[in-house]
C-alpha cells in the first residue's frame, strides 16, 4: 500500500534486530530497553516473543564472533545527545542538552541528562535512557555505601573504576551507557562535614520570562563569585594539604569498558561540534564567567549543528563546597539573539563601509579640484 | 588506529606505542599511555578493544605481582609471556574473548633482553622486532631493511624515528605523539616523547 511503503513500515519490521542477548537472570528473553533506539518507530505494537520467532536463534559461534567483531558501519557516533564536562582552575563545569530522542522522534523535549550522585559528584549520561537510570542509582547506592563503611568519598576516579567493573560483565550485551563522572575530589572528613552544610543544588524552575530567567542567572553568577573570593582561602588551604589529591576531576566511563581521565570530555552524537568550541576557548585559568560562557556556547552550537540534541541546556559547577545548578535555559531563544547579533553587526558593516567610501569620494574630489587649479 | 612497536638489542629492549585513544572518529585523549609495568623490568603493552585493553593487562599484572608476593621472586619475561597467553587462550573459547593485541618486553638476569609478539588469537612468537596496528604494514620492511641484531641504543632510536617518520608520511591517520620506552638491566627507562616537541 502507499502508506505503507512511503515509511518503509515492512522494511523496518525485517531490520529490528534479533534477541541475540543470551537469557538473563530472569530466565526469559526480553527485550532490552536498548532495542527502543535501533528499532523501529512501532516497536511498542508488538510482543517480544514475535521477534524472536522471525529470526533464527543464534547459534553459540555466532555470538563469540559478533563479540569479536566491531560495528559495521564505518563509524557509529550513537548516543543522540550532547553532554559534556571539563575542569579548570575553579571547579568543574557540566553542561548537557535535554532532548531524548528515539530514531526520528522526540521522546522527551525536557529531559535530565546530569544527575547528581552526591554532593560533589554528577554524573552526565548518554545511551540508552533506562540503562542510564538504573546504573545511576547503582552507582548511587555503591557510592553510598563505600561513604558510611570507610567515613570518606569515594573520588572520582575510583568510582569511574567501580562503574567500569560493575558495566564489565554486561559487555557484549546491549546494555550502552556512556557516563562523564565530574566531580570534586574532597578532603578528610571535615570537608565533607563543611560541605553538606553548604550544599545548594537548586530547584528546577520553569521557563520564566527571559528578563527574570536572565536575572536570576546572573544573580547565580554572582553569588557564585562572591561564595568562592570568600572560600578561597578554605580552598587554598584544601589543595595545599592534600597534596594535590583534591580537586576537580572529570572521568569518562563507556558501557563497552572504555575508562578515561581527561581535562575535557565530550560524549553524544554532538560531541564533534562541541569538541570544536572547547578546544578553541578553553584555559585552565578561566573564571567562572568565562567557563560558564563557553559551556553554554558549546552545547548551543552542537544543538544547532545536530538533529539529535537541542531544546534546553543544564549546567552545573562544581567547586569543592559542591555543585550549583544554573537554571535550566532555552535554547531558542539564544538562537534568536544570536540572529538579532548578527543583523546588527551586518548594519554596523554597513554603515562603516559607506563611510569609508564617503571619504574616499571626498579625497578624490579634493584631487580633481587640485589638478583643475594648478 | 593504534600502533605498537618493539626492537631488542644485544641488551636492551626499546619500545614505543602511540598516544591517542579514540572512541569512534574522536580522539578523547592526546596523553594516553598504552604500556603497563608488570614487574621491574617487564612492561607489556597493549592495544585492541576498548574495555578489554585495561582489564586483561590490569589482569596479568596483579598476577605478576600477586606471584612475586606468594613465592618472593619476580617472574621472568618468558614465564610471564607464556602465562598471558594461556589466560588469552583460556579465555578464546569462552564467552567472553579478551580482543587485545599485545607486545611483552623484558630482561633476564640470565638470558638477556628479550621481545614477545601475541595476538588476539593467543599467538605467541619471541622476535627481535615486533609491531601492531595498521601501522604495522608500513614499517615492518623498513624495521627488516635496517636491524641488526648489535644495535645500539641511539642506532635503535635512529631507527624507531625512521619508522615513525614513515607513519607520518603514508599512514592516513595522524599519530602526533608516542610514548617510548628502553627496559635493560637497570630497569624501565622513560625516554623523550617522539617526535619531539609533541606534547
Given at each position: 500500500?502507499?502508506l505503507q511503503d512511503?515509511c518503509d513500515f515492512l522494511?523496518?519490521?525485517?531490520?529490528s534486530?534479533?534477541?541475540t542477548?543470551?537469557?538473563n537472570?530472569m530466565?526469559c528473553?526480553w527485550?532490552?530497553?536498548?532495542?527502543f533506539?535501533?528499532?523501529s518507530?512501532?516497536?511498542?505494537l508488538?510482543?517480544?516473543?514475535?521477534?524472536?520467532r522471525?529470526?533464527?536463534?543464534?547459534t553459540?559461534?555466532?555470538?563469540?564472533?559478533?563479540?569479536?567483531?566491531?560495528?559495521q558501519q564505518?563509524?557509529?557516533?550513537?548516543?543522540?545527545?550532547?553532554?559534556?564536562g571539563?575542569?579548570?582552575?575553579?571547579?568543574v563545569i557540566?553542561?548537557?542538552?535535554?532532548?531524548a530522542?528515539?530514531k526520528?522522534?522526540?521522546?522527551?523535549?525536557i529531559?535530565?541528562?546530569?544527575m547528581?550522585?552526591?554532593?560533589?559528584?554528577?554524573?552526565?549520561?548518554?545511551g540508552?535512557?533506562?540503562d542510564?537510570m538504573?546504573?545511576?542509582?547503582i552507582?548511587?547506592?555503591?557510592?553510598?555505601?563505600?561513604?558510611?563503611?570507610h567515613?570518606?568519598r569515594?573520588s572520582?576516579?575510583?568510582?569511574?573504576?567501580l562503574?567500569?567493573?560493575?558495566?564489565?560483565?554486561f559487555?557484549g550485551?546491549?546494555?550502552?551507557?556512556a557516563a562523564?563522572?565530574?566531580?570534586w575530589?574532597?578532603e578528610e572528613?571535615?570537608?565533607?562535614?563543611?560541605s553538606?552544610?553548604?550544599?545548594?543544588?537548586?530547584?528546577i524552575?520553569?521557563?520564566?520570562?527571559?528578563?527574570?530567567e536572565?536575572?536570576?542567572?546572573?544573580?547565580?553568577?554572582?553569588?557564585d563569585?562572591h561564595a568562592?573570593?570568600l572560600?578561597?582561602?578554605?580552598?587554598k588551604?584544601?589543595?595545599s594539604?592534600?597534596?594535590?589529591r583534591?580537586?576537580?576531576r572529570?572521568?569518562?566511563?563507556c558501557s563497552?569498558?572504555l575508562q578515561?581521565?581527561?581535562?575535557?570530555i565530550?560524549?553524544?552524537?554532538?560531541s564533534?561540534?562541541?569538541?570544536?568550541v572547547?578546544d578553541?576557548?578553553w584555559r585552565?585559568?578561566?573564571?567562572?564567567d568565562e567557563a560558564?560562557g563557553?559551556a553554554?556556547?558549546?552545547?548551543?552550537r552542537?544543538?544547532?549543528?545536530?538533529a539529535?540534541?537541542?531544546?534546553?541546556?543544564?549546567l552545573?559547577?562544581?567547586t569543592?563546597?559542591?555543585?550549583?545548578r544554573?537554571?535550566?535555559?532555552d535554547?531558542k531563544?539564544?538562537?534568536?539573539?544570536?540572529?538579532?547579533?548578527?543583523?546588527?553587526?551586518?548594519?554596523?558593516?554597513?554603515?562603516?563601509r559607506?563611510?569609508?567610501?564617503?571619504?574616499?569620494?571626498?579625497?578624490?574630489e579634493?584631487?580633481?579640484?587640485?589638478?583643475h587649479?594648478? | 588506529?593504534?600502533y605498537?612497536?618493539?626492537?631488542?638489542?644485544?641488551?636492551?629492549?626499546?619500545?614505543?606505542?602511540?598516544?591517542?585513544?579514540?572512541?569512534s572518529?574522536?580522539?578523547?585523549?592526546?596523553?594516553?599511555?598504552?604500556m603497563?609495568?608488570?614487574?621491574e623490568?617487564?612492561?607489556?603493552?597493549?592495544?585492541?578493544?576498548?574495555?578489554?585493553t585495561v582489564?586483561?593487562a590490569e589482569?596479568?599484572q596483579?598476577?605478576?605481582?600477586?606471584y612475586?608476593?606468594r613465592n618472593?621472586?619476580?617472574?621472568?619475561?618468558a614465564?610471564?609471556?607464556n602465562?598471558?597467553?594461556k589466560?588469552?587462550?583460556?579465555?578464546?573459547?569462552?564467552?567472553t574473548p579478551?580482543?587485545?593485541n599485545?607486545?611483552l618486553?623484558?630482561?633476564?638476569e640470565?638470558?638477556?633482553p628479550g621481545?614477545?609478539y601475541?595476538d588476539?588469537l593467543?599467538?605467541?612468537?619471541?622476535?627481535?622486532?615486533?609491531?601492531h596496528?595498521?601501522?604495522?604494514f608500513?614499517?615492518?620492511?623498513?624495521?627488516?631493511r635496517?636491524y641488526?641484531?648489535?644495535?645500539?641504543?641511539?642506532?635503535?632510536v635512529?631507527?624507531?624515528k625512521k619508522?615513525?617518520e614513515?607513519?607520518?608520511k603514508r599512514?592516513?591517520?595522524?599519530l602526533?605523539?608516542?610514548?617510548v620506552r628502553?627496559?635493560?638491566?637497570?630497569?624501565?627507562?622513560?625516554?623523550?616523547?617522539?617526535?619531539v616537541?609533541?606534547?
Open positions: 500500500m502507499a512511503v522494511q523496518t519490521l525485517d531490520e534486530s534479533p534477541c542477548s543470551l537469557p537472570e530466565g528473553m527485550r532490552t530497553p536498548l532495542e533506539d535501533r528499532d518507530p512501532f516497536h511498542f508488538f510482543p517480544p516473543q514475535q521477534n524472536s522471525k529470526h533464527k536463534t543464534p553459540v559461534l555466532s555470538s563469540t564472533l559478533s563479540c569479536l567483531s566491531p560495528h564505518p563509524f557509529q557516533l550513537s548516543h543522540g545527545t550532547t553532554t559534556l571539563f575542569i579548570f582552575q575553579d571547579g557540566a553542561a548537557a542538552d535535554t532532548r530522542s528515539c526520528g522522534l522526540i521522546c522527551c523535549p529531559s535530565q541528562k546530569i547528581p550522585i552526591h554532593s560533589h559528584l554528577v554524573v552526565n549520561t548518554s540508552s535512557g533506562a542510564c538504573l546504573w545511576e542509582r552507582l548511587t547506592r555503591e557510592m553510598r555505601l563505600y561513604q558510611l563503611r567515613r570518606r569515594l572520582v576516579n575510583g568510582a569511574a573504576k562503574l567500569s567493573m560493575m558495566l564489565h560483565p559487555k550485551t546491549n546494555v550502552c551507557v562523564t563522572l565530574c566531580g575530589d574532597g572528613t571535615q570537608e565533607t562535614l563543611r553538606t552544610d553548604v550544599t545548594t543544588v537548586s530547584a524552575s520553569d521557563e520564566s520570562a527571559l528578563g527574570s536572565k536575572a536570576a542567572s546572573v544573580n547565580e553568577l554572582l553569588k563569585a568562592l573570593s572560600s578561597d582561602q578554605n580552598t588551604n584544601v589543595l594539604t592534600s597534596g594535590g583534591s580537586g576537580p572529570v572521568c569518562y566511563v563497552d569498558g578515561l581521565k581527561g581535562e575535557i565530550s560524549v553524544g552524537s554532538g564533534p561540534y562541541a569538541y570544536a572547547l578553541d576557548g585552565w585559568g578561566m573564571t567562572v560558564v563557553l553554554r556556547e558549546a552545547v548551543f552542537a544543538t544547532h549543528w545536530d539529535y540534541s537541542g531544546n534546553n541546556v543544564d552545573f559547577h562544581i569543592a563546597h559542591g555543585c550549583r544554573r537554571d535550566r535555559e535554547l531563544e539564544e538562537y534568536y539573539r544570536e540572529r538579532e547579533r548578527e543583523k546588527e553587526k551586518i548594519k554596523e558593516r554597513e554603515k562603516e559607506q563611510k569609508r567610501e564617503g571619504d574616499e569620494l571626498v579625497e578624490g579634493g584631487d580633481i579640484y587640485s589638478g587649479c594648478g | 588506529m593504534e605498537l612497536i618493539g626492537i631488542q638489542g644485544p641488551d636492551f629492549v626499546l619500545v614505543a606505542a602511540d598516544n591517542v585513544a579514540a572512541s572518529i574522536i580522539q578523547m585523549k592526546h596523553d594516553y599511555d598504552k603497563f609495568k608488570l614487574s623490568k617487564i612492561l607489556l603493552l597493549c592495544v585492541g578493544e576498548a574495555g578489554d582489564q586483561f589482569y596479568i596483579k598476577n605478576v605481582q600477586l612475586k608476593m618472593g621472586y619476580e617472574l621472568s619475561p614465564a610471564a609471556a602465562f598471558t597467553r589466560n588469552l587462550a583460556d579465555y578464546l573459547r569462552s564467552r579478551y580482543h587485545v599485545l607486545l618486553a623484558g630482561f633476564d640470565a638470558d638477556g621481545l614477545y601475541m588476539h593467543s599467538a605467541l612468537a619471541k622476535a627481535p622486532f615486533a609491531a596496528g595498521y601501522g604495522a608500513l614499517t615492518l620492511s623498513i624495521l627488516d635496517y641488526r641484531p648489535d644495535l645500539t641504543r641511539e642506532e635503535a635512529d631507527l624507531l619508522c615513525l614513515e607513519l607520518n599512514f592516513i591517520l595522524n602526533p605523539s608516542f610514548t628502553l627496559i635493560d638491566k637497570d630497569g624501565i627507562h622513560d625516554m623523550e616523547k617522539l617526535p616537541g609533541a606534547k
